[in-house]
């Protein structure tokens, strides 16, 4: 059995650690004014920007052993298919996870796309298929469609992407696209297929995972709600004929021992300004069963970062610290290992696994983290960590 692991690529600009609160790495972020006092010695600018740092990741990530990373798609970040194709000259081995809604891309453009970056960089991208979270957060993207209408939107999508994939002549009459005798033509339709996470976790994102998925992907939730997650989905796969594996995406902070890692969250946990309390108590606006699910898991109120550990090793903060989901696993070395461990005994195949800074955290948990991962020593994932 091999679990394959990816990182993150925080194209969001990230602090230098959870304690600080600037996300002064890179050259982006609005409103940054520690960015004018970086540069060199003699006060000029080094010419070193974002790019620059998130190749910088990528590359710390490869020589890790992670496969590849998640490059995010939020209206925060830079879009991660500009990004993938900036970072695939940086890099030999990296994998592209590519979140995008397909509601926003012509399916016929998006395998074409696809197919080319296969093509330049040898097979190196695949898909993390997000279907969107409805509310504000859905019509700042100018799509107005239903939670159960997106979702007929990406299956269908994902319909058509496979069909033309191999040059057609492929047609389709479905609600959402009509394609007439559409292909790829030679060379790009004889490039690998992109591997297909897919995350939502409603019933309608069982339907189409169940479909068309490589991987059902998940944030992590309470132990005992994933594996009936994944049993759910696995379920629903196997009476399609198909087989679907499970991955999940995690933050950790991993030190050498227990306290030290706890005292990070608490540092962190410290610097949390009561606006963003407030928000993280809060609901949102959406409709994303998914989001739902990781705010049940909040407590009413918040004294401590103690509050908010739920079980062993697990804190439920961690969107206090950089927006996003907000379970993560926190302890020593062996602790977090043991942790990911138990999450591939219930099902797990992959993850994605994160932690502030990337840069300096990826070497860590690829030396220190990675190594003491049970059951799975053959991975080739684990190549370059010895
Ligand atoms: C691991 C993971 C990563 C996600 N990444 C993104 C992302 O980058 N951008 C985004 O808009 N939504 C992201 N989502 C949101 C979901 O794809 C989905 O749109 C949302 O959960 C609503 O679907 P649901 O109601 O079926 O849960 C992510 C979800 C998961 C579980």
Sequence with gaps: MTIDIFWRIPTHGEPSSHRARIPFRGDWFPGNDNLRKAGLGGGGADGFNYLDYIAEIAHAAEVSGFQGGLIPSFPMTDEPWVISSLLARETSTFRFMIPFQPGFLNPVVAARMTASLQRATGGRALYNVITGGGGPSQLWWGDSAGHDDRYTRTTEFLDVVRGVWRGGPFSYQGKFYQVEDAGLAHPLSEQEFPEIYFSGSSDAALVS??????????????????????????????????????????????????????????????????????????????????????????????????????????????????????????GSYEQVAQRLDDLVQLGADAFILASTPHLEEAYRVGEEVLPLLRGHSNSQLLRAVG
């Design 209 to 330: 995972a169940s479909r068309h998925a490589d991987y059902y992907l998940t944030w992590l939730e309470p132990f005992d709600q994933l594996r009936e997650k994944f049993r759910r989905v696995k379920e629903k796969t196997d009476q399609l004929g198909r087989k679907i594996k499970c991955a999940v995406r995690v933050d950790i902070i991993a030190r050498p021992t227990e306290e030290e890692a706890w005292e990070e969250v608490r540092k962190g946990f410290d610097n949390v300004d009561p606006a963003t309390l407030r928000q993280f108590l809060g609901q949102d606006g959406g409709d994303s069963v998914g989001a739902a699910r990781q705010r049940g898991n909040r407590p009413s109120t918040i004294n401590s970062y103690k509050d908010l550990i739920s079980e062993p090793n697990i804190w439920t903060g961690f969107n206090l610290f950089r927006g996003g989901q907000t379970q993560g696993i926190v």
